[in-house]
Structures are given as C-alpha cells and as structure tokens.
C-alpha cells in the first residue's frame, strides 16, 4: 500500500514464503515462448518476492511501483496478464486498469487488496478486474491463480514437454519430427540436435563455441567452420521459401526467431 513504511513493508514481507519449485506443468505462449507478467505494487519487498515465485515458473517478469509506470510497462512488454495493487502513490488500481483496458482490453488483471477492504475487490472486479487476492496471502495462491487467468485467457497452455515450438517451427523431440507451418521437414541426425539446441534457447544468441561444445561435444578449436555449415544445411530447410527465422549476430553466433507474421 503507498501509505506503508518499507520497514513496515519488509516486516510483512517476512510473512510470504517462495515455492521451492514450480506449482505445476509448465505454461507457455503459443509460440512457446515464456508468459510474460507485470507486477505493479509499490512494496518493494513484497513485488520482489512475487517476482521470484513467478520466475520460478519459468515466466519473465516485469515490476512496476507506480501507475504510470505499469501504463508505461504494459505499452512496451505487451504482458499475457498483470498482477496489480489497489492504492499505488500516484493513482489507484481502478484507475490503472481503466487505462490499461483501453490499450488492451484482454489482458487479464489479477487485483492485490487489504484484508478487509471488502469494497476495494467489488469495486476492482466491477471495473473489470478478473481476480483478486487478498494480503497476506500464498505466493502459491498467487501463482496457481494467475495459471487459470492465463488458461482461460489462452494467453498461455501447458507446454507439452516432448515439444518445442517456435513460432510455426515445431520439433517433437520424442519421434524426431520436425515441421513448419504443417510441412514436415527430414533432418539428419546432426542437423536435428543443432536445431533442438537452438529451438531450446529462443531469441538467445548462441556462440560457435557453445554450439560445438553441446551438439559436437568438443572444445572450439579452428572447427568454426563446421558449425557455418550446418547452419547453412539448416537454412536450406527450414527458412527456404519462408520468413528468415534463424539470424546470424556477427561476430556473436546464431539465433532462432519466429518469423515476421508467424
């Protein structure tokens, strides 16, 4: 709340516990890219900690201590859902979420209250708010809440373990089939396991020596030129025709990237 001290803040902080380990099966965009989250409360402590609980589900976070920064926040991440607290210093939640909803209406907002302002979760949830938890609370509460706002949404599905996906790339690491956009794609042995350790690490620039330590399994020595070329084989087949969806960085490596419109 903006009226709470931090050292009051980090008292009740004392009272939130972070999960040891994710509540549950794994939540992805549907390009399988991670959910992304804004938090928006101006406890520094508690966000810090809800961060940290959120994280642990593989999601990216974003913290926000004030309106204008959420508004400023979602306008740039374009988050699957916000975590929002009812009284920030410079305009309440109520506020927040009518001006969010008109920048995008969609996005579900779980609402933060005090214990017994019973007014603050009608009013939130009659101004469109789509839950709300009231402090103290269970980070896991939290978590497990937000899973069903991002469901129903369908921001985000359980992410099938034996998939990876990028954009309209599909890799079934299971039967080793590969597809994009519908169109399966024949590998080899090699050129799968250098598309599997690109897929697994999603607009992530990975070097020539990361490349040859995991799909080669020896150290970077002279033996770039390999990696060029396997590279080039993988172009062949998977952007031939299609938007570019690996990029070279110079000088740094390779990244893969849905394609522009996928």
Do not use: C
Request: proline share 5%.
């Amino acid at each position: 709340m903006a009226t709470t001290s931090s050292a009051a803040a980090s008292r009740a902080a004392t009272a939130y516990t972070v999960p040891a380990q994710s509540t549950g099966q794994e939540l992805a965009r549907p390009d399988g890219t991670p959910v992304q989250v804004l938090v928006v409360d101006d406890e520094t402590p508690l966000a810090d900690l809800l961060s940290m609980a959120l994280r642990y589900e593989g999601w990216q976070v974003r913290t926000e201590a004030d309106g204008a920064g959420a508004l400023r926040s979602a306008r740039e991440q374009r988050p699957d859902a916000v975590v929002l607290d009812v009284m920030l210093p410079d305009m309440d939640g109520l506020e927040v979420l009518a001006r969010l909803r008109r920048e995008t209406p969609d996005v579900p907002v779980l609402f933060l209250t005090a214990k017994d302002a019973v007014e603050d979760r009608i009013a939130g949830l009659t101004a469109g708010g789509d839950d709300y938890v009231t402090k103290p609370f269970s980070l896991e509460e939290v978590v497990a809440r937000l899973r069903g706002l991002l469901r129903r949404s369908g921001a985000a599905a359980v992410r099938n373990e034996s998939l990876l996906i990028v954009g309209d790339l599909v890799l079934n690491e299971d039967s080793h089939e590969v597809s994009r956009g519908g169109t399966d794609i024949h590998l080899t042995a090699t050129e799968f396991e250098l598309l599997r350790y690109l897929m697994r690490n999603p607009r992530r620039v990975l070097s020539k020596a990361q490349i040859l330590d995991r799909v080669w399994s020896y150290d970077f020595g002279g033996q770039a030129n390999v990696v060029e070329l396997y590279i080039s084989y993988l172009r062949r087949k998977i952007d031939a025709g299609r938007t570019p969806m690996i990029h070279t960085r110079r000088g740094a490596g390779y990244l893969i990237k849905p394609g522009e419109g996928a």
